[in-house]
């Protein structure tokens, strides 16, 4: 297993109970796929840099984890067909 971080860009539009939901989906999957969370960090509603989907805000989340490199496209895979999910990025950890 390897050490990854996960960063998303949510809908800021979304009500506090939506944004927990899809946070623990995320935690979720990737439990339930061999992976350990270590850290959960959300940053909050922040401005885009450039909007995406005519959003000028999204609620941006950092996770921290290990976890086995063949799941890792089946992790963005997911992440891509949620139309709530704005962006997202993968980077394995040195």
């Given amino acids: 297993m ?3 971080e996960l960063i998303f ?3 800021a539009d979304l009500d506090e109970a939506s ?3 899809l946070v623990d989906n995320v935690e979720t999957l990737i439990k ?6 270590a850290k959960i960090d959300r940053w909050g509603k ?3 840099a450039y909007p995406i989907n005519k959003a000028n805000e999204g609620y941006y989340v950092l996770v921290d984890f290990n976890y086995k490199p063949e799941e890792v ?3 963005k895979r997911t992440l891509g067909y949620n139309e709530q999910v704005l962006r997202h990025i993968v980077v394995r950890k040195a």
Avoid: P, S, V
């Fill in 73 to 75: 496209a089946g992790l």
């Fill in 19 to 21: 944004l927990n939901t």
């Fill in 9 to 11: 860009i949510l809908q």
């Fill in 2 to 4: 390897h050490n990854y």
């Fill in 46 to 48: 922040r401005k885009l």
């Fill in 32 to 37: 339930n796929n061999g992976g350990e969370i």
